[in-house]
């Protein structure tokens, strides 16, 4: 069956950044493989939410003996540093939504949804977004929670099967179990088709916010 994007819906596109495409401090295994998938993507949406880690050098997480799944990992993603820069090639819409994540030294944030001084979920339904479709990296880890946090905020949650990268097979099967009973729905990309809809704009031609009636 295919879906039809509408002016309800968004791409969230999680931590596609150079660290944890091949070859970064924490690279995953095909993680530049989601890059074409994704820029087929982003012309079907009207709204979009890029995510990023954004650490400081000091950060709660980093470890000179990482032990990966307890939450400690080698330094990744460190503001102003080529690592924390997104992978080569990926398309990025000049009024997509950037969300920078863990910039406090003492909190780790998985999810978009987390961050402390800005409410994603809120900033959505202010602009009546009811359905999210999520890609990038990493499935069982940043990808899992975003979905998660986005079914307990009450949106309609599609994964993106094709568009997204696990860093280890196990963690990546546990990060599905969880989604599927989250109530996440898997998809792949060709099963997504444009409708043409998109959200009212708004700004006017003059550049002054258009105020449009709820609904």
């Given at each position: 069956?295919?879906?039809?994007?509408?002016?309800?819906?968004?791409?969230?596109v999680?931590?596609?950044?150079?660290?944890f495409?091949?070859g970064?401090?924490?690279?995953?295994?095909?993680?530049?493989?989601?890059?074409?998938?994704i820029?087929?993507?982003?012309?079907?949406?009207?709204?979009?939410?890029?995510?990023?880690?954004?650490?400081?050098?000091?950060?709660?997480?980093f470890?000179?003996?990482?032990e990966?799944?307890?939450?400690s990992?080698p330094?990744?993603?460190v503001?102003?540093?080529?690592?924390?820069e997104w992978?080569?090639?990926?398309?990025m819409?000049?009024?997509?939504i950037?969300?920078?994540?863990?910039?406090d030294?003492?909190?780790?944030?998985?999810?978009?949804?987390q961050v402390?001084?800005?409410?994603?979920?809120?900033?959505?339904?202010?602009?009546?977004?009811?359905?999210?479709?999520?890609?990038?990296?990493?499935?069982d880890?940043?990808?899992?929670?975003?979905v998660?946090d986005?079914?307990?905020?009450?949106?309609?949650?599609?994964?993106?099967?094709?568009?997204?990268r696990?860093?280890?097979?196990?963690?990546?099967?546990?990060?599905?179990?969880?989604?599927?009973?989250?109530?996440?729905?898997r998809?792949?990309?060709?099963?997504?088709?444009?409708?043409?809809?998109r959200?009212?704009?708004?700004?006017?031609?003059?550049?002054?916010?258009?105020?449009?009636?709820?609904?």
């Open positions: 069956m295919t879906v039809l994007t509408g002016a309800r819906d968004a791409l969230i999680v931590d596609v950044q150079r660290d495409c091949p970064g401090s924490l690279g995953v295994p095909g993680g530049d493989e989601i890059i074409p998938v820029n087929r993507l982003v012309p079907m949406f009207g709204r979009w939410v890029y995510t990023r880690d954004w650490h400081p050098p000091n950060h709660v997480s470890s000179a003996e990482p990966y799944r307890d939450g990992w330094p990744h993603a503001q102003g540093t080529p690592g924390a992978c080569e090639g990926l398309d819409p000049m009024n997509a950037l969300v920078s994540k863990a910039d030294p003492n909190r780790e944030e998985y999810s978009g949804f402390a001084r800005f409410d994603l979920a809120d900033f959505l339904r202010r602009r009546r977004v009811e359905r999210l479709f999520v890609a990038g990296l990493t499935t880890y940043c990808v899992r929670q975003t998660l986005a079914r307990a905020a009450g949106f309609t949650v599609y994964l993106l099967e094709d568009a997204v696990g860093v280890a097979s196990d963690t990546t099967a546990q990060a599905l179990v969880d989604m599927d009973a989250a109530g996440a729905q998809i792949r990309s060709e099963r997504i088709a444009d409708s043409g809809e959200p009212a704009p708004a700004y006017d031609e003059d550049g002054d916010p258009i105020d449009h009636p709820h609904g």
